[in-house]
């Protein structure tokens, strides 16, 4: 079996810890009911729609926060980073991505959004040099499962999609990366993730420096 020679990783739920907890935990400080984020930003029509523009940098996280406070019934000051502030950097798959470079792969990163101001969701990461591409949707005016942002990493990395392994914690966006050629994991365990990974690359990717 011929081995992939390139990985390409969401940023947040996959380099970072899981979003749900910290959702919840936001939900629970601020004394709203279980899954009203969930339900005004993520299922609501309105909702999803500006989320998507949020992605695609036709709005500002700024223009995000104020939205999301009046449907939310609270303060939209850095609403966004109050959400998801409590995000951690996942060590497994950091340390995995760091193990595939060190093999000689190309390892990129292809990010949905947030808005980059006034809160910075990759601050502290330090992307651009740790990684040999980095997409984050507003640049390009598009969003995950767009094929052509798809198409973009592939381009940086200089890679065909049959050589690249894509890992996402959304299913759909696996699926549209598979549509598309690539082999995808559906990040669920941070464990079980290095252990697909492993395999489809053929390097340990458990092995540290």
Not at 8 to 13: A, C, R
Not at 87 to 102: G, S, V, W
Not at 146 to 168: H, N, R, S, T, Y
Request: proline share 5%; hydrophobic share 40%; aromatic share 8%.
């Amino acid at each position: 079996m011929s081995h992939r020679t390139g990985l390409l990783l969401d940023f947040g739920g996959v380099l970072t810890t899981p979003l749900l907890p910290v959702v919840l935990a936001f939900e629970q400080r601020e004394g709203l009911p279980k899954g009203a984020c969930i339900n005004a930003l993520y299922q609501d029509g309105e909702g999803v729609r500006i989320t998507s523009d949020l992605e695609r940098g036709a709005v500002s996280q700024l223009e995000w926060n104020e939205f999301a406070g009046k449907k939310l019934g609270v303060s939209p000051d850095n609403l966004m980073g109050r959400i998801f502030g409590g995000l951690r950097p996942e060590p497994l798959l950091i340390n995995a991505a760091a193990a595939a470079k060190r093999a000689g792969l190309q390892v990129g990163i292809l990010s949905n959004s947030v808005g980059l101001a006034p809160w910075d969701l990759y601050d502290g990461y330090d992307l651009d040099n740790l990684y040999d591409a980095v997409v984050i949707s507003e640049h390009y005016q598009m969003r995950k499962p767009d094929p052509e942002l798809f198409e973009i990493a592939l381009k940086l990395m200089d890679k065909p999609a049959g050589d690249v392994v894509f890992v996402d914690d959304t299913e759909a966006y696996v699926q549209a990366a598979q549509q598309l050629g690539f082999a995808g994991v559906h990040n669920k365990d941070p464990r079980q993730t290095v252990t697909e990974l492993s395999d489809l690359l053929g390097v340990d990717l458990t092995a540290t420096q």
